[in-house]
């Protein structure tokens, strides 16, 4: 490992990525480290996360990464997680809300059906209690992967939330949990106008990832069939692109796809209908 980061255009940075240890998390943080950036990776599995450290040891000129232990489905491990980080008094210059699943049936362990739980309440309280650090960066971004899967959904069933996967396959509720994402990185960028903080909402197209790994055995191979899924070093450029790039720094709340803003459906761009899952997140997470 090269200890002369200086010359790195992401020298004297911290990045923190959840589910970074498998798909586009895992591409993001290998580029991030590459770029010169300090990694923190924030995951459920330090066997699994341990490949993708030495993976990054190993990079000329990368800095070691950490790995901080996560699971969003549960508050009690996302407040951990969170204050591990703040504990070693650095600041966070870039948040990477990657980590996710689809297809998965139930409740989490903080009792949302478990594409919500996991895919937007995690990262929503995970956010909020990493504001101090993302503050104290002088310039930070959030970037949260969203979908396009979220133009399948006309709304929030809010009665929902906190009752179990009703549908076979989950893959309404999962769109459901991409709307949030959208709305909850919108909202954020209005709320954090004026802090030098800017948030990025991503549609990272539709990448043969671990995001699958729960669907019903029988329908996997149908689905990747049918979706002509992307690789995930092809899924990570949007989300790199909006983490890394100077140009883009500033333009904040905004929906991409494809390495460019982009319309969300109208439920996407209800102000109202995010500023009602704004309140009830914060009311469930206090």
């Not at 990525?17 to 586009?24: C, E, R, Y």
Request: with cysteine.
């Amino acid at each position: 490992m090269n200890t002369d980061t200086s010359s790195l255009p992401l020298a004297g940075q911290v990045a923190l990525v959840t589910g970074a240890n498998t798909g586009i998390g895992r591409v993001m943080a290998r580029e991030l480290a590459r770029q010169g950036a300090r990694v923190f990776l924030a995951c459920r599995s330090a066997e699994r996360t341990a490949e993708v450290l030495a993976e990054i040891d190993a990079l000329p000129g990368a800095r070691s990464a950490t790995w901080l232990p996560l699971e969003l489905g549960d508050f009690a491990s996302v407040g951990d997680c969170a204050q591990r980080f703040l504990d070693l008094g650095l600041p966070l210059h870039l948040l990477v809300n990657n980590a996710g699943l689809a297809g998965a049936r139930g409740l989490t362990r903080s009792g949302f059906e478990m594409a919500f739980g996991v895919n937007h309440m995690g990262h929503f309280l995970l956010t909020q209690r990493l504001l101090p650090a993302l503050r104290a960066s002088g310039a930070a971004r959030i970037v949260t992967l969203a979908s396009r899967a979220h133009r399948r959904v006309n709304g929030i069933p809010f009665e929902q939330l906190r009752q179990p996967t009703r549908t076979a396959t989950g893959v309404a509720e999962y769109s459901v949990s991409k709307l949030a994402n959208l709305l909850f990185s919108a909202e954020l960028g209005q709320r954090l106008t004026g802090t030098g903080i800017s948030t990025y909402a991503v549609h990272p197209g539709v990448v043969a990832s671990d995001i699958w790994r729960t669907l019903p055995a029988p329908l996997r191979p149908l689905f990747h069939w049918l979706r002509r899924m992307i690789t995930v070093e092809e899924g990570a450029r949007t989300p790199l692109l909006c983490a890394t790039a100077p140009a883009l720094a500033g333009q904040s709340g905004l929906y991409w796809s494809d390495g460019a803003p982009a319309q969300p459906s109208p439920a996407g761009r209800d102000a109202e209908l995010a500023r009602a899952l704004w309140q009830h997140s914060e009311d469930w997470t206090r």
